[in-house]
């Protein structure tokens, strides 16, 4: 639950500080000396890998159905048509874990750094993938293996590179701090799900479809360009200075939990209930697409439209990111995801209009503001939330743990959605009722968020710092301890 003072105290513009007297005060992250471009690209390093996440998570849907068209029944009577999709997930759950305890027990540069190389590694061996004596089904059952580990590497951009993003945007303009988060991390994955699908399209074309072995392959070997292009800039970069200044050596387990679990509980629920809808929102476009496309069309149209589908999300998110600079993460939030779930509702209730040939261009247009919904909401906006309410000591295990119950609401809806269909007494409803699920998820996240949520504004992480050393403090933890050791005993000004 919310603490009302807490949000009274954020929603002025220049908080007291909150921390005991100081004997030495730090200088401001934002009066810090530095060029225009040191500040900025920190943040482009930490963030932008996400775009791997975006491009690597969206090409395996192309990918699949190349490898369905080569292989025919070997494919899809096999467990790897599924396998190759969703072992991803489990391999980015294990990912944000591993990669958010690394991150505040040991580095954020290196835990970065590590991660992408894995995705390097293993987003190479996918376009390699080989069974032993050219089977099929070894080949499969290897792609299916390196895509698990591909997830760990994904999974660890979360963690290690948004957190790193979130500290790093300290030391820039106030008022423009929450956006230079979004764009390099939301609007990347966003950038990256229609890049993938535009890559997909170009290749079929070049390719043709008596050519989709070697397609396929390209496809995925086109992943490895993102991580290594962002190879030096990571290895270049050093610590965010908020972690240097906060950091724990000794972590008190049961301290932390006391503080934190229910505002963790609230930004993991909003995760999970909008990844959890956000699969079924798929089911729109895979309705107007059939419409469009009707039997028999190429791929490299099917692959074109899916690039149409994507780029609803753009305007979304870019809105997203200014908006919350605007009117705050909080806000930006459930008004995204309120006015989608009032949209879904409507949606649901003229599907039997809108899901018709004669209406197909109505059915795009709503579907895209709908899709646009999301993204300017949720999906900007719960990284963030999940970013800068918790202390840096613990950023990483924080945003890790609300990052990962967020993945399994997508793992879970892809089981419960097409139950819910498979119950559906027509079509209509078939239609029809996984939107009224989801939809009505919709308006409790925004619920969550107005009420549950606490206030955050430019200066939050360090507000937050403050405040979580106070408790300490209180509670008998030693905090001069916290930091690297030529800041020990010195606390941030707030």
């Known amino acids: 639950m919310a603490d009302p003072q807490y949000n009274k105290e954020m929603s002025e513009k220049d908080p007291a500080p909150l921390g005991a007297a100081q004997s030495v005060e730090l200088q401001p992250l934002e009066d810090v000396t530095k060029g225009r471009w040191e500040r900025s690209w920190p943040t482009i390093a930490c963030g932008a890998g996400l775009f791997s996440d975006g491009y690597l998570n969206q090409i395996i849907g192309p990918v699949g159905t190349m490898l369905q068209k080569i292989y025919g029944d070997a494919y899809t009577n096999s467990s790897a048509q599924q396998n190759v999709s969703s072992i991803v997930f489990a391999g980015t759950v294990v990912g944000m874990l591993f990669f958010g305890y690394t991150s505040d027990h040991w580095s954020r540069k290196w835990s970065l750094m590590i991660s992408t190389i894995i995705l390097f590694v293993f987003a190479a061996l996918g376009a390699g993938s080989y069974g032993a004596g050219g089977s099929i ?23 290690a590179g948004s957190v790193g993003a979130a500290e790093n945007t300290g030391e820039l303009k106030a008022g423009h701090r929450n956006r230079w988060f979004i764009m390099f991390t939301n609007f990347q994955i966003d950038f990256g799900f229609v890049v993938a699908a535009l890559v997909s399209m170009i290749l079929v074309l070049i390719f043709t479809e008596d050519h989709l072995r070697a397609c ?62 956000a699969y079924s929102f798929g089911i729109y476009s895979s309705a107007w697409l059939s419409i469009i496309l009707g039997e028999g069309a190429p791929l490299w149209k099917s692959f074109g439209w899916s690039t149409v589908v994507n780029l609803f999300y753009i305007p979304g998110s870019a809105l997203g990111a200014f908006m919350s600079d605007w ?147 209180a509670n008998g933890y030693d905090t001069a301890t916290m930091g690297n050791p030529d800041r020990q005993n010195v606390q941030p000004q707030v």
Not at 137 to 159: C, D, K, Q, S, V
Not at 257 to 266: N, Q, S, T
């Open 137 to 159: 089904g070894g080949m499969l059952a290897a792609l299916t293996a390196y895509r698990f580990f591909l997830g760990i590497g994904i999974g660890g951009e979360y963690p």
């Open 216 to 277: 396929w392959r390209v496809a995925l070997g086109l992943g490895v360009i993102p991580p290594l292009s962002l190879m030096y800039l990571r290895l270049k970069m050093n610590e965010p200075e908020e972690f240097n200044r906060e950091r724990m050596h000794k972590f008190p387990v049961w301290l932390i939990i006391k503080f934190y679990w229910k505002r963790l509980a609230v930004v993991s629920i909003i995760w999970f209930l909008y990844d959890f809808s």
């Open 327 to 473: 009117i705050g993460p909080r806000y930006t939030l459930a008004l995204g995801v309120g006015l989608q779930g009032i949209i879904g509702f409507i949606m649901a209730g003229c599907y039997k209009w809108l899901a018709t040939p004669e209406n197909v261009a109505g059915f795009v247009v709503v579907f895209g503001i709908f899709s646009a919904l999301g993204e300017m909401g949720p999906g900007d906006n719960i990284g963030l939330c999940a970013a800068k309410t918790s202390a840096t000591a613990i950023r990483g295990q924080y945003y890790s743990y609300a990052a990962a119950f967020g993945k399994v609401g997508a793992f879970v809806g892809t089981y419960v959605i097409p139950v819910i269909q498979k119950n559906a007494p027509n079509a209509v409803r078939k239609g029809q009722d996984p939107f009224w699920v989801s939809s009505s998820l919709c308006l409790l996240a925004a619920f969550m968020a107005i009420f549950m949520l606490p206030q955050i504004n430019q200066d939050t992480i360090t507000h937050e710092d403050a405040r979580f050393r106070d408790y300490l403090e």
